[in-house]
C-alpha cells in the first residue's frame, strides 16, 4: 500500500544535542510537509516543500532545518534541542497545492 | 486570514448514540477546501473526507456524515451509533485556493464509553 513512513517513532534525543527525523512515502506526491504538534494542540506547520522549493514558515525557529534530497525523502533536523521542542512531528504529503495532506504515524521526541 | 473553530473541547457520549462533532470556518475565499481528519491515541492523522467549495452536497459514508452549509459557514461531522472505536481527537481544517497550509481547528476529544 502506498503510505507515509516515519522512522523512528519514538525518539530520544540529550538537550542540545542534534537530532534527525526521517519521512519517505511512495504515493509520489511532490509536496512535503513538517509538522510539530504539542500536547493537547493542533499540529502547527513548520515548513514544507513544493517540489524542490523549501517553505519556511515566517515563525519556524532558525533551530529547525529541512532537507529533501529527492522526491521520496525528507529530513527534519533540530540542531540543537531544547525542552520545549518535545513533540509529536507529522510528516505529511500531497499532490499539488490545495489537495489532500496524508500523514505518517509520527515520531514522538523526548528532550532530556 | 482563515480561521477554524471547533468549540468543543470534548465530547463523552454512550455507546451506540449519535453526536455531532461542529465546525465553523472563517475565509474571504471564493475557493477552499474543508477536511476532516482523526488522532486516535497513537498519533496518526487520518484523513476522513474532503469537499470544496462549491460542492455543497451532503456526504455518508457508513456511520460518518457530514452537513457543509455555506450560509452559515459550517461544516459539522456526525457520527451515528458510536462506537468505542471511534474515541480520538476529531480535527476540523482548512486550505484555501491553491494553497499548501492547512488550518486546523483546536480539535474535539470524542470519548466513547460502554
Known amino acids: 500500500d502506498a503510505m507515509v513512513i516515519q522512522n523512528p517513532r519514538y525518539q530520544v534525543t540529550q538537550f542540545g544535542k542534534p537530532v534527525t527525523l526521517s519521512c519517505s512515502q511512495t504515493l509520489n506526491h511532490n509536496v512535503m510537509y513538517w509538522y510539530q504538534q504539542k500536547s493537547s494542540q493542533a499540529p502547527k506547520l513548520l515548513f514544507h516543500?513544493?517540489?524542490?522549493?523549501?517553505?519556511n514558515e515566517a515563525d519556524t525557529p532558525d533551530n529547525f532545518q529541512s532537507r529533501r534530497p529527492n522526491t521520496s525523502f525528507c529530513f527534519l533536523d533540530i540542531r540543537s534541542p531544547g525542552l520545549g521542542d518535545a513533540a509529536m512531528y507529522l510528516c505529511?504529503?500531497?499532490?499539488?497545492?490545495?489537495?489532500?495532506?496524508?500523514f505518517g504515524p509520527g515520531t514522538r521526541l523526548t528532550v532530556l | 486570514a482563515q480561521k477554524v473553530t471547533q468549540a468543543q473541547t470534548e465530547i463523552s457520549v454512550v455507546e451506540k448514540e449519535d453526536v455531532t462533532l461542529d465546525c465553523v470556518y472563517e475565509t474571504r475565499d471564493t475557493t477552499y477546501y474543508l477536511f476532516w481528519y482523526k488522532q486516535p491515541p497513537s498519533g496518526e492523522l487520518v484523513f476522513l473526507i474532503r469537499?470544496?467549495?462549491?460542492?455543497?452536497q451532503n456526504e455518508i459514508s457508513g456511520r460518518y456524515s457530514w452537513n457543509f452549509q455555506k450560509s452559515t459557514s459550517s461544516f459539522n461531522f456526525t457520527i451515528t451509533a458510536s462506537q468505542v472505536v471511534d474515541s480520538a481527537v476529531y480535527f476540523c481544517?482548512?486550505?484555501?485556493?491553491?494553497?499548501?497550509?492547512?488550518?486546523f481547528g483546536t480539535g474535539t476529544q470524542l470519548k466513547v464509553e460502554l
Open positions: 516543500y513544493y517540489d524542490k522549493d523549501f517553505n
Open positions: 505529511a504529503t500531497s499532490r499539488d497545492g490545495g489537495r489532500t495532506q496524508y
Open positions: 481544517a482548512l486550505a484555501t485556493g491553491g494553497g499548501n497550509k492547512l488550518t
Open positions: 469537499r470544496n467549495s462549491f460542492d455543497e
